[in-house]
């Protein structure tokens, strides 16, 4: 009898210790993972605004729209990193570019309008690099390059890994007319497959319904301006405000890259830039930490530096990438629809999705090292396996 006892205590201890804790939330993080194939290599997001089903339906979209654009993406950045000498800022661009090309999301192709009906975009990329040396602007640790209010890029990431890449990393940031000048330059652009678009390429009778509703909105408020950008509580569908794309990879030699793109904030003022470009704000990476991309109210990601915040906390309280997300995300003003959420990832592969308490969602997903991609949309959904099915008919002529 005694020894049952023994037993019996002794066994509920080693529970107590080593059973797996149940994960706190499924936006919170995905477990350790051992299992170097099972490690994420990419993770990314179509922004904290989702439509609900009927949304979907009355937008002439389904669910699986967007899931099979999200696989996609992760396909198509898997490939770019999956072996050895591949990098992961090609996986970063290769996922956000499929994302800008879909016409789904607020980024590239599924811009959404400034108030005066044009569109402009923002991207910024970033490496988490933290080995060489070097003299003040040429030292190749985190080399970053951004773009915005760019509107006649085709794809806003690919110009903004030019600018990183730019000769003696002479510059970060480049903004409107001079960003389209060196992007669209004839080696810049056949070197990144940059294209010049005019800027109707990026209308769509969806986006064009959107603008439309925000006026309607601001009629009715007496002319009173009730632009997403300037009033976040203005009550609109999330989805409206916040699509941006994003995406955090890891490569084989361990390190990080972190991009993000967007058509910014439905009805925002020209000219207005959001967090997306701004390196700390909405993209930052440091392979000693993490790689973050974000999406939400872009004024709150940037007065809170919350890309590099998670980053500092890894680095300076020793977080988690889980506890750090989560950490940045709860010390955030909140707002009703949700202030927006992020992804990171840490050079370990382990991913971690963040979302403000009201917010429905984000489109998200991650591909792990033998190539499992798993995608979820609405906030209290786990991700699950997906097929990639072969590609139908695409954004230009659905829900456009
Ligand atoms: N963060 C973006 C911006 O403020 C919007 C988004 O995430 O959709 O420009």
């Known amino acids: 009898m005694r020894t049952y006892f023994a037993v019996l205590v002794i066994g509920s201890l080693l529970v107590g210790v080593f059973a797996?804790?149940?994960e706190p939330g499924p936006m919170r993080a995905s477990k350790q993972q051992p299992d170097p194939s099972k490690k994420t290599l990419l993770v990314i997001h179509g922004g904290a605004g989702v439509l609900t089903e009927q949304e979907m339906k009355a937008e002439g979209l389904v669910r699986s729209d967007f899931e099979q654009a999200l696989a996609r993406a992760l396909a198509a950045g898997h490939e770019a990193v999956k072996d050895k000498g591949r990098t992961s800022v090609n996986a970063v661009e290769a996922a956000i570019r499929v994302m800008e090309d879909s016409g789904l999301f607020n980024a590239g192709r599924g811009a959404a309008f400034n108030?005066?009906?044009?569109?402009?975009?923002?991207?910024?990329?970033?490496?988490?690099?933290?080995?060489?040396q070097g003299e003040g602007k040429r030292d190749p640790r985190k080399r970053a390059g951004a773009v915005t209010g760019v509107a006649h890029i085709k794809n806003?990431?690919?110009?903004?890994?030019?600018?990183?890449?730019?000769?003696?990393?002479?510059?970060?940031?480049?903004a409107g007319d001079g960003a389209e000048t060196f992007a669209l330059g004839e080696a810049v652009s056949r070197r990144y497959r940059i294209e010049r678009v005019s800027n109707l390429y990026f209308w769509s009778d969806r986006r064009l319904r959107h603008i439309r509703e925000e006026f309607k909105k601001e009629g009715a408020a007496g002319g009173k301006k009730s632009a997403s950008a300037a009033t976040p509580d203005h009550g609109g569908s999330?989805?409206?405000?916040?699509?941006?794309?994003?995406?955090?990879?890891?490569?084989?030699d361990g390190h990080l890259?972190?991009?993000?793109?967007t058509g910014g904030l439905t009805n925002k003022l020209p000219g207005r830039i959001g967090d997306s470009p701004v390196i700390g704000a909405g993209t930052y990476a440091d392979d000693?930490?993490?790689?973050?991309?974000?999406?939400?109210?872009?004024?709150?990601?940037?007065r809170h530096?919350?890309?590099h915040d998670v980053v500092a906390r890894m680095l300076y309280a020793k977080n988690s990438v889980a506890d750090a997300a989560r950490a940045t995300i709860d010390a955030l003003p909140d707002e009703e629809g949700g202030v927006g959420g992020l992804i990171a990832l840490d050079r370990e592969g382990r991913h971690t999705f963040a979302l403000s308490k009201k917010s429905a969602g984000m489109y998200r997903g991650f591909v792990t090292a033998d190539g499992q991609i798993l995608v979820a949309i609405y906030a209290a959904e786990r991700p699950r396996p997906i097929n990639l099915a072969p590609k139908r008919q695409d954004a230009k002529s659905k829900g456009r």
Do not use: K, W, Y
Not at 158 to 172: C, F, K, P, Q
């Open 257 to 261: 890259a972190a991009g993000t793109s």
């Open 238 to 252: 999330a989805e409206r405000r916040f699509g941006t794309v994003g995406a955090v990879a890891v490569d084989t």
């Open 288 to 302: 000693r930490a993490c790689g973050v991309s974000c999406t939400g109210t872009g004024e709150v990601f940037m």
């Open 115 to 132: 108030s005066d009906g044009r569109v402009e975009l923002d991207a910024a990329i970033m490496e988490g690099n933290m080995t060489g």
């Open 156 to 174: 806003p990431i690919s110009a903004a890994r030019a600018v990183m890449e730019m000769d003696g990393s002479r510059h970060v940031m480049l």
């Open 20 to 22: 797996v804790q149940p």
């Open 305 to 307: 530096a919350v890309a």
